[in-house]
């Protein structure tokens, strides 16, 4: 009876462990999160006021309320434009209207509000958030922009990330040329110990060994076209520990899904 008892707690502990695991890899795979601060012009905190975030694109609305610190926190972002807007009573409207949530990335907004009747608004157009402060990852993210002006010689998305810092990839042949993609190995870890995510799903070829190339009789990972690709990014260093498969680089591509347009 105790040996049953055991192992009832054992399997009750594996469902507990795999039933959070979703959550942790929708978080860092395929969306991004977005936090700050508000504050009265003193820099004392704005509890209770509401952000509004809104994609330009599908006008998808969220709202938060910030705390008693005045900070607030939106996770579970896919990635895109957006448009946020501050309101708290006594206070004028401010608006951002341009902000930009990359995969994987946890941008800093903090927001000043003037003192004034919530009639009056104040319109930001455009931050530039040169420092990344809530996250210590290194890595790069590539847009649609850079891979149509980038000259890809076989529409392979995967070339870019070649130029990656601490990347390194192996001069390929005649005889590969479009099959799969080239063998990627980041600071000095096996080719086979990159981690590839599509739209929040692992696409990894077991068979493979975790080879992104073809190898005999089983394939590499999945390659979409680049003109289906709305951003993937590269992590190479310090990512989150959600990941928690290979100690090699982590590769999250985003693909174009539906807008206004």
Do not use: H
């Not at 929708?26 to 820099?43: C, I, K, N």
């Not at 390929?172 to 063998?183: E, H, L, V, W, Y």
Request: net charge neutral; with cysteine.
């Amino acid at each position: 009876m105790r040996f049953r008892n055991l192992v009832c707690l054992l399997w009750a502990m594996v469902f507990v462990l795999f039933a959070g695991i979703p959550s942790l890899l929708a978080q860092s795979a395929g969306t991004g999160a977005l936090t700050g601060a508000v504050t009265d012009p003193s820099g004392a905190s704005i509890p209770n006021a509401t952000v509004t975030l809104t994609n330009t694109q599908t006008n998808q609305v969220r709202t938060a309320t910030s705390g008693s610190d005045g900070s607030y926190r939106f996770t579970l972002i896919p990635p895109g434009i957006y448009r946020v807007r501050f309101g708290a009573n006594g206070f004028k409207i401010a608006e951002v209207s341009t902000f930009n949530v990359s995969v994987t990335e946890t941008p800093v907004l903090d927001r000043t509000l003037e003192v004034g009747a919530q009639t009056e608004q104040v319109t930001v157009e455009a931050v530039s958030e040169t420092l990344q402060t809530a996250t210590s990852t290194l890595g790069t993210t590539v847009g649609t922009r850079a891979m149509t002006a980038l000259p890809l010689s076989n529409r392979n998305y995967t070339q870019i990330i070649a130029m990656s810092t601490g990347a390194s990839v192996g001069v390929g042949n005649a005889t590969s040329f479009g099959k799969g993609t080239p063998d990627i190995s980041v600071n000095g870890n096996n080719p086979g110990q990159n981690n590839f995510q599509m739209d929040g799903v692992a696409v990894n070829n077991i068979a493979n060994n975790g080879s992104s190339n073809d190898s005999g009789i089983y394939g590499g990972i999945g390659i979409p076209n680049p003109d289906a690709i709305q951003e993937f990014k590269i992590q190479t260093s310090t990512y989150d520990a959600s990941y928690g498969r290979n100690p090699g680089a982590n590769v999250n591509v985003i693909t174009k899904s539906g807008t206004n347009a």
